[in-house]
């Protein structure tokens, strides 16, 4: 199966028009960005738009995190300086994998740090980053911070 592109679908479907196109390509032309990430900075789509045509795109099943009961041991798992790194949040572990919310599923690097951190092997879900980055300041416990007060 192939993969259509995310311009493209978008495009198609009308969400995006021929000049929001060409301007988040020419702004990601020399970045490292993915066009995603670029027409939410331009404002051209928001994140839960983005989020529905990714997991049609990608075929990978989408989180609501603001919806669904989060098992707060789970953050035990997964350390909470991964999580904010790499933008994951931990949904399930069982029979040897860990299932993850993330807002980018293609980051392999972020992928393989979850799978090295846990000894798991490792499932994306789709979930907005300003998702992810709620849960984990949810259900992470803050981190402490060392040294006396007012020094």
């Known amino acids: 199966m192939e993969i259509r592109r995310l311009g493209d679908i978008l495009l198609e479907a009308g969400l995006i028009d021929g000049e929001q ?3 988040a ?3 990601q032309n020399g970045t490292n960005m993915r066009l995603g990430g670029v027409l939410l900075e331009l404002g051209f789509v ?4 983005l989020v529905k045509v990714l997991e049609f795109q990608l075929g990978i099943p989408r989180a609501s995190l603001r919806e669904c009961r989060i098992n707060s041991p789970l953050t035990r798992v997964l350390p909470r300086h991964l999580a904010e790194k790499h933008q994951v949040f931990p949904l399930e572990v069982k029979e ?3 299932l993850v919310a993330m807002a980018d599923p293609l980051d392999y690097l972020a992928i393989e740090a979850v799978r090295r951190s846990t000894g798991l092997l490792v499932e994306v879900c789709l979930a907005t980053r300003s998702e992810v980055e709620d849960a984990i300041e949810r259900y992470y416990p803050l981190p402490q911070k060392s040294g006396a007060p007012g020094t």
């Open 46 to 49: 928001s994140e839960q738009l």
């Open 96 to 98: 040897g994998r860990i």
């Open 21 to 23: 196109l060409r301007r």
């Open 25 to 27: 390509l020419a702004v």
